[in-house]
């Protein structure tokens, strides 16, 4: 779409349309200069200058509409035409070589910059990158990595311990990372594309029996670490997500009206919500406050920072309660699947775990077997003598205060 871009336009009038997945809107003043505009909202509307190399069409990216104003955007584009109309003109042998970039540095000065302003999971990207994927490829050149030498580090990987959706992660960080390094020319293709992932669902296969919940809220009570375990009771009583509970501050809650308010800033829909706190977190938040030092609830008291990772010590603890391979996150599932064994709809469970899309609460839409024996035992009203045999339960299990 041609059109005479000014700021007012930026600001209201970069919508994409109806059933396009983005849109490209030109400057009449600049030739060649668009804000490239995707409808899933996940990647600001870019500047980019669009040129010819080769006789094919390439885009150069300029930056985001908030890093550069439109006359920055124009100026830039203007001398981004002159250097690429000089480049055409030297012969091909004179071409800078790409992709003499290591992977590490491209990370370094490159990606990280740019995921920090985009991606809010960049900290576990960093964390991936550090941890794995550096020692394996960080010194190697963008251009040097191969299809096979990933592909045996996904072997590695699955060997590891890792959760088939912790070896996607690895792998999907190193592909989107040279996506990027391809789309910046850094690097002429990427040799990832169409690779093989696991692609294993988010299953809930992995919420605990009544018996484990039991064990676990027993160890959880009594174990030495107070700060995790706080953390811990606390997300089983909300459902929250671990980020949104680590970040989680003093002053967000109000324990007089029993109300937790999660920022636009930490809330994974970019939109604050609030969370009612039952008589579970409560009793957890009056816990945490008798060690009250710092603004952030759930402190490390050696670092007096929030906690980043507790994940050795939940290992410890869910291997204590024997609970096999739960992951941290599955407390949230735990929570949804007593909210719907207690009869409510999936609605409350949208509403609870604060989920902007009805279709992923919809992974909920199962019964425990508790409850499913519930469902089977109003068909013994047809049989009296075995009515009294399994007595019935109502309401959602409240792990750390007995309710009158």
Known sequence: MIVELTKYFIDTGLVVPPGDKKTEFCDTNVRGLLIQVNASGKMLPTYFLRFKRDGKTAYDRIGTIKELSLAQARKLATEKKVEHAKAAKQPAKEKPVLCEMSLDTFMADHYFPHVKLHKRSWVRDDQLFRIRIKPKFGESR?????????????????????SPASQDHHIKLIRHALNLAVEWEFLERNVLKGVKLLNVENQLHDVATDEQLQRLVEILRNDH???VCHI????????????????????????????????????????????????????????????KKFDAIFANPETEKPFTTITRVWYRLRKAAG??????????????????S?????????V???????????????????????????????????KSEVPLTNGVVVPFQKVA
């Not at 963008?142 to 890792?162: A, E, H, K, M």
């Not at 909300?238 to 920022?263: F, H, Y």
């Not at 939109?271 to 009612?276: C, F, G, L």
Request: glycine share 4%; proline share 3%; hydrophobic share 40%.
């Open 142 to 162: 963008l251009c040097d990595i191969t299809r096979y030498q990933v592909q045996q580090f996904q072997n590695d990987l699955s060997t590891s311990g890792l």
């Open 352 to 386: 609870l775990l604060g989920h902007s899309d009805p279709r992923v609460s919809q992974r909920y839409a199962r019964l425990s077997m508790h409850t499913l024996k519930e469902a089977a035992n109003t068909a013994s009203l047809l049989v009296p003598k075995l």
């Open 323 to 340: 609970i096999g391979q739960m992951r941290i996150h599955s407390i949230r599932h735990q929570f949804a699947d007593l909210v719907i």
């Open 232 to 291: 811990l009771m606390f997300l089983l009583s909300t459902g929250a997500r671990l980020s949104e509970a680590l970040t989680a501050t003093w002053g967000q809650v109000d324990l007089e009206k029993g109300l937790w308010t999660i920022p636009a800033t930490t809330a994974k829909s970019k939109k604050s919500r609030t969370v009612p706190l039952n008589e579970s977190a409560l009793w957890v938040l009056a816990e945490a406050e008798k060690m």
């Open 225 to 227: 670490n107070r700060p």
């Open 342 to 350: 207690s009869g409510r709809s999936l609605y409350d469970v949208q």
